[in-house]
């Protein structure tokens, strides 16, 4: 069977942990961030885990993760 090819964009983007599970940081927190509250800029910070829903899509752009 031939490699399977690891797709770019997702490797950067997502980290797996070491019980397996997919981590990403959070959207909005790139630009426009003066109108965004402290609170709010603070929470963006913290990365998060993947959802089910998009678990199995991401599992197969990242074969060897």
């Not at 950067?12 to 630009?31: D, L, N, P, S, V």
């Not at 910070?45 to 199995?56: I, P, Q, T, V, Y």
């Amino acid at each position: 069977m031939p490699k399977l090819k690891t797709n770019r964009a997702a490797a950067k983007r997502f980290k797996a942990t070491g019980t397996g599970k997919i981590k990403r940081m959070k959207c909005g927190k790139q630009h426009i961030l003066t109108k965004k509250t402290t609170k709010m800029k603070r929470r963006l910070r913290k990365a998060a885990m993947m959802d089910s829903a998009n678990l199995a899509a991401t599992k197969k752009m990242l074969p060897y993760l």
